[in-house]
């Protein structure tokens, strides 16, 4: 529905850099077109059991084109070349040569849309490139742009697995217990040869491919949580286990000693209070996303965000919200206001309608470049606090499944987490069993908040404590 689109491209500008339309809408079918001049997709549509897409639409990204609709023939104009389809028939001329379509042209709103079928053999009639078409995947290479990847397990301690690419790629990394998960939508990537790769090792089995509506998959299935980090300027993806949270230490007067991690500047003992800052994202003028037509994410958060307060005070934490009113800022000053404050942890908190349960996110730090200028300083100050963000983020995987949450965790490169020094984690809220109501309902919110107070709890010997 078109009226759906413009509230989501909307809810996307509101929300700017900071998240989260990285959750894909529903399955809709669509096409990915991949070219040395321009990466993109189409919607695919469906007539007569046949999948269609624009003709027009298609080439434009990859020259000069124009069409020109008289009654029910079309005329199309690629760079020099001249094609002729008509409405309900088969039959076309291209270069003033006969090309039979596989199953009618149809004309819908000046659109001219050809079976997805005939791509193969359609699209070198009007350019003058290779053509690469997975059909069933609904992904077409256009030119050399095809992406390898290579494996290569390094067996010792730690235990490492690297993706080596042909290009730079910029996947969605998720993990789910077992498995690490990278789609790639906007990266060329092809079979690695076989669709599945076994590793002689017993955390880190096996790799898999697969595409399928236009997006590639390669999934990394351990017997430990994973964590994937990139280097070599995005053209390596590193897979390792993520280091284990140490025994929580019983409450009278543990005496652990700190952990290795050099990010938990650690004193242990009971008196020690955290400092955890709650971040209800978007507010005033900036209402994130439109949740129903009445109901706006800011106010979602805020909600959300005093019962998580509530939950930790009891817990033993000082809590500081970034508001407790309907009022903005921006993701530079969130997280300004948080390093300030020295807090122990940062907690960032979404809604969405999509989906369900909740998605807790780390951050996904810029690949390191030669020049490590101020910018860059800026945009990974979560570097060194990135371990214990994830163990965080474990942790409320953890709690949150307890309690029947479905949830994910991903990596994604959102502001602000990368901008804090401390454990930063986002906890995006979705709807549960009674759909977007959820979002809205005390009890509902309760269950969640509970889960990442009590994760929290989990994890404070790792948090820094006030100064
Ligand atoms: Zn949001």
Redesign the pocket.
Known sequence: MPSTTTKKTLAILL?GA???SAAPSAEEKHISVYSPVAIYTLPVLERAGHDYVGLLELLEPLGRVSSQTDGRRWNLRYNAVDAELVAGKTRARIRGRNFDLPAPFLIENSHGLVPLISLSALLPRFLETSVNFHESARRLFVGEVRIQVGFQLDGSNPLRLALNFSAPVNPTISTEPGKLRMVFKRDAVVSPGSQSISFDNKVITQASYSENNGDAELDVAATQPLMASFSNDRKTIVISVVPQAPATPSAAGSQNPAPASPAANITSGSSRRVLAVVDP??GGGER??ALTDTLA?KDV?LGFARLLRHELEIRGFAVALLRDADTSSTLDQRAAAANVARAGIYISL???SQGSGARVYTALLPAEGPSKGAFHAWNAAQSPALPVSRIASAAIVAEMQKREFPVRASSASLRPLNNVFMPAVAV?LAPGADGVADLTNANYQQRAASAIADAVVSVRDRLGAQP
Do not use: C, I, P, R
Request: no cysteine.
């Open positions: 929300a900071s998240l989260l994202a978007h994130g996303a994410e958060t979404h809604a969405t995006e």
